[in-house]
């Protein structure tokens, strides 16, 4: 009987928790379309973190499109993005720092020959990047490829991506050697 009710109660509060949840996001969720939309994104963003600036229209926009959804964040994607939200803000600074580093004409935004650089310096030695290493990190931050990339949210999709493609270069480096030997 005392597992029984423990269960029970442990139900309840699920029930209770999700109930509120939905009641939260539908406060934001101004035109009923189940998903927070840029504006409403913002509002809800602004209100969780009231201290930080107001969220740019492209980090909504980022913050949006990493959700999974291209049209807006569903409330099961809610707490993710807003965990992504904290990580940029925690993390601003040294975005900009690494933006800096790959942006050496100083344009404010990172030129393909810039990117193709920073895959040079990132892969094995002598490693030349191919034009589909190029398509694996415009398509990660989601740019049309040759289009610059700017400082701000696309950071948040740069710097994992080129981490990721390093990692899969040196790996495959790796294989390419040990198939050598054997």
Same mark, same amino acid.
């Given at each position: ?77 809610? /707490?993710?993005?807003? =965990?992504?939200?904290?990580? @940029? ?5 040294? &975005? !900009?720092?690494?933006?800096? %580093? ?15 650089? /920073?895959?040079?310096? =990132?892969?094995?030695?002598? @490693? ?5 290493? &190029? !398509?694996?990190?415009?398509? %990660? ?42």
């Amino acid at each position: 009987a005392y597992n029984a009710r423990m269960r029970r109660e442990a139900y309840d509060h699920e029930q209770e928790m999700k109930r509120r949840e939905r009641q939260h996001f539908a406060r934001y969720d101004v035109n009923g379309s189940n998903l927070l939309e840029r504006d409403e994104l913002r509002k809800f963003l602004q209100d969780v973190r009231p201290n930080e600036p107001t969220p740019s229209d492209e980090l909504c926009d980022t913050l949006i499109t990493m959700s999974g959804n291209e049209n807006g964040v569903a409330m099961h994607a809610l /707490a993710d993005t807003s =965990l992504r939200y904290f990580s @940029y803000l925690s993390e601003k600074q040294s &975005l !900009d720092r690494f933006f800096s %580093a790959l942006d050496l004409d100083g344009s404010g935004s990172i030129e393909e020959s810039e990117l193709r650089r /920073a895959l040079r310096e =990132l892969g094995p030695e002598g @490693y030349q990047p191919t034009e589909g290493d &190029l !398509d694996f990190v415009y398509a %990660a931050c989601r740019i049309e490829r040759g289009e610059p990339v700017p400082q701000g949210a696309p950071m948040l999709l740069l710097k994992p991506a080129l981490v990721e493609w390093a990692k899969l270069t040196r790996n495959a480096a790796a294989d390419a050697a040990a198939q050598r030997i054997v």
